[in-house]
């Protein structure tokens, strides 16, 4: 963002906000402008000062309601009138200021992209070279922007208020990532036939999120929901951790602990490569098996990309020197992250996937290469911020579901309908695609998205309740 003083800044957001709520609206340009006499002065905006979002958020809970005014906030109670006035793409939710961002999106959309025709292995495609076999990538792509985003949030959180909400956090992940799983684990578990596998693993396993601590590749129905697992325990250890280092208020400690997640992951995986997979290989065993139960699926040797979203989240939150580098080099991060990742295709391909150097330090690498395409786009400048690419946003709100399906389908139809759906050249592909597509469509829209419809009115439910509380004496 170039130079400008207090009032410029001000300005700026007063009219986009009137912009929000509707043309000709001078008379509330002039109504919402005196506001900004109550709010606290800043220094000039630059590199470590407050940024235009920030200021938007100060000014957020100062303007008046009637900006934020669509016909429809008029049916809910008073106390609930303000988040339904909020427009989507500045939206406060206790004290928060979300924003979706379309450069992360066309992340998430690549994302699921590369990773589905990884798995075309089970419809029996073999072909697709490099860009095909690399889709695994994918999920790291996913985890890169899961530690931004979760991260983002339990920073805005600490930062705005000093402390963390975990049951709104805990309804937040829940409503958006349990109904669609336990919709698909039920198919999964009630009709086996419909498995791309017959073997799977127990249910407990799926119910407890461990699956990917103790997966047994053999039995690989469902088995891609290891990723969700990986989430899953994140999201349960990492608030808490964030709590505990914020309330040492030194930034360095945070910074030591990811260095250690990182150096100790460096090491774990040197052990295990030297001590469990290579006698396998020595031996003339099964090195891929070894290499994905101890190497691949577990969370303890997967923490890198993760760790790389959540040290962008915290540069982010809190005004670092290296975001400010970030916003003033957008494109510099997204291709230092464009050439790191073609790094890794090449250094993971064939059989260099399973060497020593490709899971001690091709991991790190990897990391850092899918944390600096989510800082290119984070920032929202540069080069990213112009590519409007039509279907990504589709692909990127429907993309959870299509992870959860998509092997279901190409099972069902390599093994049910091989004999009309294979061997027709680009039909049988366009038959694959549409099938995945419109499987993952029903489960988007008829399950995720009514669960998500539910959320928030379950979050002001608990908001409230938690109010009543803290009112009631304590005598």
Not at 149 to 170: H, T
């Amino acid at each position: 963002m170039s130079w400008m003083d207090e009032h410029e800044a001000q300005d700026h957001i007063t009219k986009m906000i009137c912009r929000h709520a509707g043309s000709g609206m001078k008379s509330q340009h002039r109504r919402a402008s005196k506001y900004w006499d109550s709010i606290p002065a800043c220094e000039p905006i630059g590199q470590d000062s407050p940024s235009i979002g920030r200021l938007c958020a100060r000014a957020m809970p100062q303007i008046p309601n009637t900006l934020w005014r669509p016909r429809s906030a008029w049916a809910l109670p008073r106390n609930e009138r303000r988040i339904a006035r909020t427009p989507p793409a500045v939206r406060s939710v206790n004290g928060e200021i979300m924003e979706r961002k379309p450069e992360l999106d066309l992340l998430r959309a690549i994302a699921i992209l590369w990773v589905m025709p990884f798995h075309s292995y089970i419809a029996g495609y073999m072909g697709g070279g490099v860009l095909r076999w690399s889709g695994w990538m994918g999920v790291d792509l996913f985890f890169a922007l899961s530690g931004f985003l979760i991260g983002s949030q339990v920073f805005n959180a600490l930062v705005s208020r000093g402390g963390m909400d975990f049951v709104d956090f805990y309804l937040r992940r829940g409503f958006r990532t349990l109904p669609a799983y336990f919709v698909v684990l039920g198919i999964y578990v009630a009709w086996p036939s419909m498995r791309e596998e017959p073997g799977m693993m127990p249910l407990w396993q799926f119910l407890t999120y461990s699956l990917n601590l103790f997966i047994d590749p053999s039995r690989g129905a469902l088995s891609h929901a290891w990723s969700l697992c990986v989430e899953e325990q994140f999201y349960l250890v990492f608030p808490l951790l964030a709590l505990l280092l914020v309330r040492t208020r030194r930034r360095w400690c945070g910074a030591t602990v990811i260095a250690a997640f990182v150096i100790g992951g460096i090491l774990l995986r040197a052990w295990l490569w030297i001590h469990v997979v290579q006698p396998v290989r020595a031996s003339g065993g099964d090195a891929g098996d070894a290499y994905l139960r101890f190497l691949y699926y577990p969370s303890y040797a997967r923490l890198d990309d993760l760790l790389g979203g959540v040290a962008l989240a915290a540069a982010r939150c809190y005004r670092t020197r290296g975001w400010a580098w970030i916003e003033c080099n957008a494109n510099a991060a997204a291709l230092i992250g464009a050439l790191l990742t073609g790094l890794c295709m090449w250094g993971f391909n064939g059989q260099q996937r399973f060497g020593l150097a490709a899971n001690v330090f091709g991991y790190p690498v990897l990391a850092l290469a899918m944390t600096a395409l989510v800082a290119g786009a984070a920032s929202g400048r540069g080069m990213m911020a112009g590519i409007r690419i039509p279907g990504s946003g589709w692909f990127a709100a429907t993309s959870y579901s299509l992870y959860l399906s998509h092997k279901m389908v190409y099972g069902q139809l390599h093994g049910r309908f091989a004999a009309w759906v294979d061997g027709h050249g680009i039909w049988t592909a366009l038959i694959y695609v549409a099938a995945v597509l419109a499987v993952g469509a029903a489960l988007h829209y008829l399950v995720e998205r009514p669960c998500l419809r539910l959320r928030e009115p379950a979050r002001r439910m608990w908001a409230q309740r938690g109010r009543q509380y803290a009112s009631m004496p304590t005598s």
